[in-house]
Nanobody, 115 residues
Framework: QVQLVESGGGLVQPGGSLRLSCAASGRGVSFYAMAWYRQAPGKQRELVATITRIGSTNYADSVKGRFTVSRDNAKNTMYLQMNSLKPEDAAVYYC?????????WGQGTRVTVSS
């Protein structure tokens, strides 16, 4: 019913920036809340940022002040602007969309932070 495709991951130096995108499609997807999660090897998947349909946002303490989540409802796309990247930010980043009774995931995009 809903498909999510992440893009924008890659290799970046510590202190650098990267912007991730999540393109969404499917019936009613514009009415879903959306979120970014990440998972590093050997660690649990963690919530990074959330955004409602009307643009209310929340962030994990570890990324507060460095990351910005946004969405363009006309394009059904969510973004994650990541600044001042640290090695501990390296992970596979996943897009999530959900509402009552539904939850969907993208395939993930890998972010590597290394000199």
């Amino acid at each position: 019913q809903v498909q999510l495709v992440e893009s924008g991951g890659g290799l970046v130096q510590p202190g650098g920036s990267l912007r991730l995108s999540c393109a969404a499609s499917g019936r009613g997807v514009s009415f879903y809340a959306m979120a970014w999660y990440r998972q590093a090897p050997g660690k649990q998947r963690e919530l990074v940022a959330t955004i409602t349909r009307i643009g209310s946002t929340n962030y994990a303490d570890s990324v507060k002040g460095r990351f910005t989540v946004s969405r363009d409802n006309a394009k059904n796309t969510m973004y994650l602007q990541m600044n001042s990247l640290k090695p501990e930010d390296a992970a596979v980043y996943y897009c999530n969309a959900g509402r009552l009774g539904d939850s969907y995931w993208g395939q993930g995009t890998r972010v590597t932070v290394s000199s």
